[in-house]
C-alpha cells in the first residue's frame, strides 16, 4: 500500500460510519468530523457491527485497529490525512461548502465523494482545486462489500486516481473506474430501475414488498451475486451462448414488459403503502438486528465465493493474502520468551455456539487452529517459506474443554513453545477469557515439518529453525511444562 497511514471522514451517517470502520479495521487512524452530538454512538454501534463482520470474514488476521478521533472542525479532521471522504447529504450546495472548506486547508489532498448520484465536474464547481475530488462511490454495508465506483472528470488529476485505485484493494475493496461520468453511475442505474419497477408493482397492488423481496432473493438475486447481468444470461443461452439468447429474448424489448419510462406519482398514500408493507414485513427486527442478520448472509456468500475464487470471492480471497502477508511483516515484534507468548486473540461469534448457547466443540479446535497458525506465522513460516514446499502441519492434539463459552466472549490465547527437534514442533495453547483471565480451555499439539512436495516429512529450514531456536534459548526452554501437558484420558 502506498504511504497511508490517516484518513478523514466529513459525515458520520450510515455511509460514513461505514467507511470509518473500513479504514479503522485495516489499521487507518480515521479523523472524523460530524456536528452531530450522536454521530459517536452511532458510529460505534456501525463499528461494533463491522468488527463482528470482519472478523468472521477473514481467516487472516487483520492489523492493530488504527485509533478513531472526533474532530470540532473539518480543518482539524483533515489535518494530515491522506484521504478526506466526504458523506454528507446528497445536497450539492452542502457539497460544495464541505469542499471549500477541506481545501481551504487541504487543497491537494484526494478528497472521494460518496454520492450515489452526483457528476464529478458537478461536484468540481466553484473548488480551488478541481483536479484533487473524484467520486469514490461504496456499497452498503461498505465495510463488507467491496465495490467502490470511482468516477473522475476531465478535471480529475491522473495522480489522484491512481492513488485511489492503488489504496482500495489492500483494504479489501475493489474499484471500479467508470469510463465516462453518469448521473449515479453505474450500479445505482441498475437499482433505480428496479426500484420504479418495485414502486408500480406495489402501488398497483400486484405484489408487496415481501413478495417483491421474495422474487429477488429466492431467484436473479442469488445468480447476480456471483454472474452479474451478462453472464448470468450468456448461460441462459445454453451452448449458443450470448447470440442464442439476444436472439431468442430480443423482441421482447418492444413488449409493455416495463413502466421504466414512468414513475408513479409519489403521494402519500403511496408512502403509507409502502412503509406500512415493510413494517410487516420486517418491523419484528430492529435495524441493528436487521445489519446483523444481513452482514452474516453476506459473510456466507463471499466465503462461498471465495472458494473457487469468483466475482466478490476473488477479492476476499486476494485481500486475505495480502493480510496474511502484512501479518508475516508484524512477526519481528518482540516477546518476552521468558513467559508463555500472547499471539492470538479472538471473540466468540454467534454461528460458533449450539443449541445449548456455547461454544461447540469444533470451535475450541477452531482457535487452537488459529492460535498455532499465529505462531507458525511468528516464527516464519511465510508464503516464501511455503513456495519452497516446506510447511508444517499438525499430526496430534489433546483438547481439555474446561468451561462453557458464550456467544461475545473476548479470548485470549498464550503459546508456549514445550520443546522442538529436526523434525517436530511440540506446543501448548492455554485460552483465557480476556476480561477475567479465567481458564477456559487448553490443546497441545504435534506439529510436523513436511516436504510439500515429496509428501514426506523434512528437516526444518530457517527462518523457522533459527526464530525456534531464538525463541527456545530465550527462555521457553526454562519455562516448567504445564501440568496438563502430555497427559492421557484417564481411566473413569
Known amino acids: 500500500m502506498p504511504d497511508f497511514t490517516k484518513a478523514a471522514i466529513i459525515g458520520g451517517g450510515v455511509i460514513g460510519g461505514g467507511w470509518v470502520a473500513r479504514f479503522a479495521l485495516n489499521g487507518i487512524d480515521v479523523a472524523v468530523f460530524d456536528p452531530d452530538p450522536e454521530a459517536p454512538r452511532k458510529i460505534g454501534e456501525v463499528y461494533a457491527n463491522a468488527e463482528r463482520a470482519l472478523r468472521a470474514l477473514c481467516v487472516a488476521p487483520l492489523p492493530k485497529a488504527g485509533t478513531i478521533t472526533y474532530a470540532n472542525s473539518i480543518a482539524e479532521a483533515v489535518d494530515g490525512a491522506q484521504w478526506i471522504q466526504e458523506s454528507v447529504s446528497e445536497v450539492l450546495a452542502l457539497k460544495h461548502k464541505v469542499f471549500a472548506e477541506v481545501q481551504a486547508v487541504a487543497p491537494d489532498t484526494l478528497i472521494g465523494s460518496s454520492t450515489s448520484g452526483f457528476k464529478p465536474s458537478e461536484l468540481q464547481q466553484g473548488a480551488t482545486n478541481p483536479a484533487s475530488i473524484l467520486v469514490a462511490h461504496p456499497f452498503n454495508p461498505v465495510y463488507l462489500l467491496p465495490l467502490v465506483e470511482l468516477v473522475p472528470s476531465a478535471a480529475t488529476g491522473a495522480d489522484i486516481l491512481e492513488f485511489a485505485q492503488s489504496v482500495l484493494p489492500p483494504l479489501g475493496m475493489q474499484p471500479l473506474v467508470v469510463r465516462k461520468e453518469i448521473d449515479a453511475h453505474i450500479a445505482d442505474r441498475f437499482l433505480e430501475a428496479v426500484w420504479r419497477e418495485a414502486l408500480w408493482l406495489v402501488k398497483d397492488g400486484i405484489a408487496t414488498t415481501e413478495e417483491i423481496d421474495d422474487a429477488i432473493r429466492f431467484g436473479f438475486g442469488l445468480r447476480w451475486a456471483q454472474m452479474g447481468l451478462f453472464e448470468t444470461y450468456r448461460v441462459a443461452g445454453g451452448e449458443a451462448g450470448m447470440k442464442h439468447f439476444m436472439a431468442q429474448f430480443g423482441p421482447c424489448l418492444t ?110 479446535l477452531h482457535v487452537f487452529g488459529d492460535a498455532t497458525d499465529a505462531f507458525l506465522t511468528y516464527i516464519g513460516m511465510d508464503s516464501a517459506y511455503m513456495a519452497r514446499g516446506r510447511s508444517i502441519y499438525t499430526v496430534e492434539s489433546h483438547i481439555r474443554h474446561i468451561q462453557e463459552i458464550a456467544s461475545g466472549k473476548q479470548l485470549k490465547l498464550e503459546t508456549q513453545l514445550l520443546g522442538y527437534d529436526e523434525k517436530r514442533v511440540r506446543l501448548s495453547h492455554v485460552m483465557r477469557e480476556a476480561e477475567t483471565g479465567a481458564l477456559l480451555a487448553t490443546g497441545e499439539h504435534m506439529l510436523l515439518s513436511v516436504d510439500t512436495h515429496a509428501g514426506k516429512a523434512t528437516p526444518l529450514e530457517d527462518p523457522v529453525s533459527s526464530s525456534l531456536s531464538r525463541i527456545w534459548d530465550g527462555g521457553q526452554k526454562n519455562l516448567t511444562a504445564p501440568d496438563f501437558a502430555g497427559r492421557a484420558i484417564r481411566d473413569i
Open 255 to 364: 413488449f409493455p414488459w416495463t413502466k421504466l419510462m414512468d414513475v408513479p406519482e409519489f403521494t402519500e398514500e403511496l408512502v403509507d403503502l409502502i412503509a406500512g408493507q415493510s413494517d410487516a414485513q420486517s418491523g419484528r427486527y430492529s435495524i441493528r438486528e436487521l445489519e446483523r442478520i444481513r452482514d452474516d448472509n453476506l459473510v456466507g456468500i463471499l466465503q462461498a465465493l471465495k472458494v473457487k475464487p469468483w466475482g466478490a470471492g476473488e477479492t476476499l480471497a486476494a485481500y486475505e493474502k495480502q493480510l496474511r502477508e502484512a501479518s508475516f511483516d508484524r512477526r519481528e515484534e518482540q516477546h518476552d520468551y521468558t513467559k508463555s507468548l500472547p499471539l492470538y486473540n479472538a471473540r466468540v461469534l454467534p454461528e460458533w455456539v449450539d443449541y445449548n448457547g456455547h461454544m461447540t466443540e469444533f470451535r475450541y
